[in-house]
């Protein structure tokens, strides 16, 4: 699950950031009302963490301008606690409003109720490139009648792939959907997890489907 937090204190910005990272989430961070909102345009978020005073824009524009584009979850978490400035959120179109200062199992609790929330009204469909299938909700790839065992990053990277088939994706955009948008570009994982995931669902089949576009990226399609 990938979340955006919009957040202009530093110190909570990165205890957040800290502690669901610790919790299995990949989560990028704005600072500005302005780079959040462009961050949520650029990026598919399952949950955006948004607060009030923002510079430049302010977390109640932020939130109008991303509920009228997208039906992402928006959590508003911030110091706003009158009763009016609840109602102003939620009804702006916010999906919860939690206050500073929080305890951090209740954020999380708040975050997994909100994201089962989701998971209920999209249900994850079958992905299907050629002979290959993948099963988000179970979590299970298939090569023809072959099951294809993943871990969870070959997993993503797979995804990301079928999701996006036949358009080329360089490093830099794998990196940031995969891992996160401040991981190290210098590193090779991409190229190695591409590797693995070849081993497993090209290597002992005659049709290749992932290929490489050299110097500019990688892309999933069958190709006759």
């Given amino acids: 699950m990938r979340l955006l937090i919009i957040e202009d204190e530093l110190r909570t910005a990165d205890y957040l950031q800290q502690g669901l990272r610790e919790n ?3 989560v990028d961070c704005a600072h500005t009302g302005i780079d959040g909102l462009h961050m949520a345009r650029q990026q598919a978020y399952d949950l955006v963490i948004l607060d009030v005073n923002l510079p430049e824009l302010d977390g109640w524009a932020v939130l109008q301008r991303l509920r009228a584009e997208s039906a992402t979850r928006i959590m508003m ?3 706003h606690g009158r009763l009016s400035d609840r109602v102003k959120g ?4 916010a999906d919860d409003y939690l206050l500073k200062p929080f305890e951090f199992p209740e954020l999380l609790a708040r975050i997994r109720s909100l994201l089962r929330r989701n998971d209920q009204q999209v249900q994850p469909s079958t992905l299907r490139v050629a002979d290959l ?3 988000p909700g179970r979590h299970r790839a298939w090569r023809g009648s072959t099951r294809i065992d993943l871990t969870a990053k070959e ?3 797979l995804h990301l792939l079928m999701r996006q088939s036949g358009e080329v994706l360089s490093r830099t955009q794998i990196i940031s959907l995969v891992w996160d948008m401040n991981f190290d570009c210098d590193t090779n994982v991409v190229e190695v997890s591409i590797r693995r995931l070849r081993a497993k669902i090209d290597d002992p089949f005659e049709d290749k489907l992932i290929h490489t576009l050299r110097g ?3 892309v999933l399609e069958a190709r006759r």
């Fill in 77 to 79: 978490l911030t110091a």
């Fill in 90 to 93: 939620l009804d702006l179109g």
């Fill in 133 to 135: 299938e993948l099963d």
């Fill in 216 to 218: 500019v990226g990688y």
């Fill in 155 to 157: 997993f993503s990277l």
């Fill in 24 to 26: 299995g989430y990949v």
